[in-house]
Nanobody, 120 residues
Framework: QVQLVESGGGLVQPGGSLRLSCAAS????????MSWYRQAPAKERELVAAITSAGGSTNYTDSVKGRFTISRDNAKNTVYLQMNSLKPEDTAVYYC?????????????WGQGTQVTVSS
């Protein structure tokens, strides 16, 4: 059974930090590109950061560059999102996503999300 379980969300003051984790099971994690998305109330879900299957390449949406860092540990089947200098506009539900494209098929899995609230 495929599972992606996010953790690490919570309430933090502006300027603070959080580290999100996404633990994967039920599929070959090291073969999947991983990404973090977020969705704020009444807004579309947006890509925050992504990392290739081996971790050699990352990319970020402009609003988090220099503040967020995505990383992965393939031995632990886990992807992380280190979030520093948090702003109120970072408030959202954060989701991790696994994606692989092979032999004409796209395989995508989503986690259930973890709430991040940045407020004083």
């Amino acid at each position: 059974q495929v599972q992606l379980v996010e953790s690490g969300g919570g309430l933090v003051q502006p300027g603070g930090s959080l580290r999100l984790s996404c633990a994967a099971s039920g599929f070959t994690f090291s073969r999947y590109a991983m990404s973090w998305y977020r969705q704020a109330p009444a807004k579309e879900r947006e890509l925050v950061a992504a990392i290739t299957s081996a971790g050699g390449s990352t990319n970020y949406t402009d609003s988090v560059k220099g503040r967020f860092t995505i990383s992965r540990d393939n031995a632990k089947n886990t992807v992380y999102l280190q979030m520093n200098s948090l702003k109120p506009e970072d408030t959202a539900v954060y989701y991790c996503k696994a994606r692989r494209y092979q032999w004409g098929h796209e395989y995508i899995y989503w986690g259930q999300g973890t709430q991040v609230t940045v407020s004083s």
